[in-house]
């Protein structure tokens, strides 16, 4: 045992030759572990000691109070602690693969932030404390992914957040219920807003991840939009991003200004938290387009990831508007699901005729509703079918005939109206059981 200020100055370069002996950066028989035997201090807390100390830019006066080091193989652990340790060990070696932080940065005194409770996830609320935030790791090479979302979290969003976390040094997850994306007579108000605990805990004992969720971005409106928020009408006068003809098709007919607020909006969070890599879901697909022809034609220098759709083992696709649906609504809310996977069917049969496949899906969806519409009115569930679509994935226009060479997006919108005669006790979802719009759609991948 040696003393911690013998050993201090000693920790950074041999935690650093791994790195450089090996590329995986992770040998379980090369980590270093903080043990204090007087106080009898459990490994994984010695562990997360250590990481907060050497991630940390003032790591030197945060490990001050731990009186002794110890160098231990991994192996010598107790088995179960052994995993959990050596991940974490494996993420702080990771972060020292960079060059330390220049000292003015390191030594500026910190104010109390907010965090999400019980992890070490900053919620930065402004645009000054997210460039703040920011600045360091542009100057450290890190990277930042970012992953947009307007809070409801669910599986979906935390496939997303997992992606990023596996590709980036830091993930900023932003959580803001645009208005200027919703109607004046949309569901905005109830939105839901859910906790990322869980998931940086899991995130932080998963050795695959290059980085955590360092950030959640929660901005006011006003901070979004300084010169007064524009109004949600058409015809609303501001500083827009547009991206036509993509954001008038499908979802763009039943929604007009959805997709100038979804392009306003990330435009500015992109540009605000200026990340290396954005995260959208493959289920708000037309989304994803307009992304892309956004990132593209504005040449903002940043990799659009799609992360497929996260679904619920009958198939239907997760959403934060399914909580409105209620026990009844729910089990024929796959309908539009089994819809695509119909027409989907088709083409993998070698069918490429756009009569042929959407007819597939067209029967499911009036078959569905007629056996619907053969119930009591207080077993039944009514919907309605906004579209259902055939188109090219890079431009989402209908089309005559899939390209095999290009494939093709099958996409649909369904309504569930509100139930009829609801029972006394009845479970109607949230908020009584408003009409819920579903998407969800298919990507027909290439197939020459
Ligand atoms: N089921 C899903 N699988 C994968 N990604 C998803 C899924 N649902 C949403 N996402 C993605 O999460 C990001 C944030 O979406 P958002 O916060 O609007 O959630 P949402 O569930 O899509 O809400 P809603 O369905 O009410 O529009 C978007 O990129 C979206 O595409
Ligand atoms: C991308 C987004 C967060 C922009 O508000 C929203 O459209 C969403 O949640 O998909
Ligand atoms: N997931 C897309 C957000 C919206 O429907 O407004």
């Given at each position: 045992?040696?003393?911690?200020?013998?050993?201090?100055?000693?920790?950074?370069?041999?935690?650093?030759?791994?790195?450089?002996?090996?590329?995986?950066?992770l040998?379980p028989?090369?980590c270093?572990?903080?043990?204090?035997?007087?106080?009898?201090?459990?490994?994984?807390?010695?562990?997360?000691?250590?990481?907060?100390?050497?991630?940390?830019?003032?790591?030197?006066?945060?490990?001050?109070?731990?009186?002794?080091?110890?160098?231990?193989?991994a192996?010598?652990m107790?088995?179960?602690?052994s995993a959990r340790v050596t991940t974490m060990i494996s993420?702080?070696?990771?972060?020292?693969?960079?060059?330390?932080?220049?000292?003015?940065?390191?030594?500026?005194?910190?104010?109390?932030?907010?965090?999400?409770?019980?992890?070490?996830?900053?919620?930065?609320?402004?645009?000054?404390?997210?460039?703040?935030?920011?600045?360091?790791?542009?100057?450290?090479?890190?990277?930042?992914?970012?992953?947009?979302?307007?809070?409801?979290?669910?599986?979906?969003?935390?496939?997303?957040?997992?992606?990023?976390?596996?590709?980036?040094?830091?993930?900023?997850?932003?959580?803001?219920?645009?208005?200027?994306?919703?109607?004046?007579?949309?569901?905005?108000?109830?939105?839901?807003?859910?906790?990322?605990?869980?998931?940086?805990?899991?995130?932080?004992?998963?050795g695959?991840?290059?980085?955590?969720?360092?950030?959640?971005?929660?901005?006011?409106?006003?901070?979004?939009?300084?010169?007064?928020?524009?109004?949600?009408?058409?015809?609303?006068?501001?500083?827009?991003?547009?991206?036509?003809?993509?954001?008038?098709?499908?979802?763009?007919?039943?929604?007009?200004?959805?997709?100038?607020?979804?392009?306003?909006?990330?435009?500015?969070?992109?540009?605000?938290?200026?990340?290396?890599?954005?995260?959208?879901?493959?289920?708000?697909?037309?989304?994803?387009?307009?992304?892309?022809?956004?990132?593209?034609?504005?040449?903002?220098?940043?990799?659009?990831?799609?992360?497929?759709?996260?679904?619920?083992?009958?198939?239907?696709?997760?959403?934060?508007?399914?909580?409105?649906?209620?026990?009844?609504?729910?089990?024929?809310?796959?309908?539009?699901?089994?819809?695509?996977?119909?027409?989907?069917?088709?083409?993998?049969?070698?069918?490429?005729?756009?009569?042929?496949?959407?007819?597939?899906?067209?029967?499911?969806?009036?078959?569905?509703?007629?056996?619907?519409?053969?119930?009591?009115?207080?077993?039944?569930?009514?919907?309605?079918?906004?579209?259902?679509?055939?188109?090219?994935?890079?431009?989402?226009?209908?089309?005559?005939?899939?390209?095999?060479?290009?494939?093709?997006?099958?996409?649909?919108?369904?309504?569930?109206?509100?139930?009829?005669?609801?029972?006394?006790?009845?479970?109607?979802?949230?908020?009584?059981?408003?009409?819920?719009?579903?998407?969800?759609?298919?990507?027909?991948?290439?197939?020459?």
């Amino acid at each position: 045992m040696t003393s911690h200020s013998e050993i201090l100055p000693a920790l950074r370069p041999v935690l650093l030759a791994p790195i450089f002996i090996n590329r995986t950066y992770l040998q379980p028989y090369s980590c270093f572990i903080l043990k204090n035997p007087q106080q009898k201090v459990s490994w994984l807390l010695l562990a997360y000691s250590l990481r907060a100390a050497i991630e940390s830019p003032r790591w030197l006066l945060m490990v001050q109070n731990i009186p002794y080091f110890v160098y231990l193989r991994a192996d010598n652990m107790p088995s179960k602690a052994s995993a959990r340790v050596t991940t974490m060990i494996s993420l702080a070696i990771r972060r020292l693969a960079a060059p330390p932080l220049p000292r003015t940065i390191a030594s500026t005194k910190r104010a109390p932030r907010e965090t999400i409770p019980a992890t070490p996830i900053k919620v930065l609320r402004t645009v000054d404390a997210v460039r703040k935030w920011r600045k360091p790791h542009v100057l450290d090479h890190r990277i930042v992914g970012l992953v947009p979302t307007m809070g409801a979290l669910h599986e979906g969003h935390l496939s997303l957040i997992r992606a990023a976390a596996r590709e980036s040094h830091h993930v900023v997850v932003s959580i803001y219920v645009n208005p200027a994306q919703f109607g004046i007579k949309e569901d905005l108000a109830s939105y839901p807003v859910t906790s990322l605990a869980e998931l940086d805990r899991e995130l932080a004992d998963d050795g695959g991840n290059l980085g955590r969720i360092s950030a959640v971005f929660a901005p006011t409106t006003s901070e979004m939009y300084p010169s007064g928020f524009p109004g949600q009408e058409v015809d609303s006068k501001g500083s827009f991003v547009v991206m036509t003809p993509v954001s008038e098709l499908l979802e763009g007919r039943t929604r007009p200004t959805f997709f100038r607020g979804v392009a306003t909006v990330c435009m500015k969070l992109f540009n605000i938290v200026q990340p290396e890599k954005v995260y959208f879901g493959q289920k708000d697909v037309q989304q994803t387009v307009v992304i892309r022809n956004m990132v593209r034609d504005f040449m903002l220098p940043i990799d659009v990831v799609v992360g497929p759709t996260s679904r619920e083992p009958d198939g239907l696709a997760l959403s934060s508007r399914n909580v409105y649906l209620g026990k009844r609504r729910r089990k024929v809310a796959t309908v539009l699901n089994r819809a695509l996977r119909a027409a989907e069917e088709q083409y993998l049969n070698g069918v490429l005729d756009r009569e042929t496949i959407l007819k597939a899906a067209n029967s499911v969806a009036v078959d569905t509703l007629n056996e619907q519409m053969a119930l009591d009115p207080h077993e039944r569930v009514k919907y309605e079918v906004d579209y259902i679509s055939l188109a090219d994935p890079s431009t989402m226009q209908e089309v005559t005939e899939v390209d095999p060479k290009a494939g093709g997006i099958l996409s649909g919108a369904v309504k569930m109206l509100p139930v009829e005669s609801p029972q006394s006790g009845e479970d109607l979802g949230h908020s009584g059981g408003p009409a819920v719009r579903l998407i969800d759609n298919i990507v027909l991948k290439p197939s020459a």
